[in-house]
Nanobody, 118 residues
Framework: QVQLVESGGGLVQPGESLRLSCATS????????MAWYRQAPGKQRELVAD???????NYADSVKGRFTISRDNAKNTVYLQMNILKPEDTAVYYC????????????WGQGTQVTVSS
């Protein structure tokens, strides 16, 4: 059974930091491309950052220079370090795992709430 479990969300003030974690099980983690998405109320889910199985990272323009995605293949976990948080970063953050080999394996976590407010 595949599980992606996010943690680390919470309520912070603008300018503060949070570190999200996504612990996975049931997948061959080091083969999967991992990503963080977010969805704010009334908006579509958007890609925040992704990291390939080889460790190459990509970021949305809105978070470049503030967020860092990383992975620990020994712990089957992907992280999102979020610095200099802004109110517009408020959203539910979702972890995603993708692997393609003739077919697509695509899994999602349940989400963790991040609220940035003074």
């Amino acid at each position: 059974q595949v599980q992606l479990v996010e943690s680390g969300g919470g309520l912070v003030q603008p300018g503060e930091s949070l570190r999200l974690s996504c612990a996975t099980s049931g997948i061959t983690f080091n083969r999967y491309n991992m990503a963080w998405y977010r969805q704010a109320p009334g908006k579509q889910r958007e890609l925040v950052a992704d990291i390939t199985s080889g460790g190459s990272a990509n970021y949305a323009d809105s978070v470049k220079g503030r967020f860092t995605i990383s992975r620990d293949n020994a712990k089957n976990t992907v992280y999102l370090q979020m610095n200099i948080l802004k109110p517009e970063d408020t959203a539910v953050y979702y972890c995603n795992a993708k692997f393609t080999l003739n077919t697509l394996w695509d899994y999602w976590g349940q989400g963790t709430q991040v609220t940035v407010s003074s």
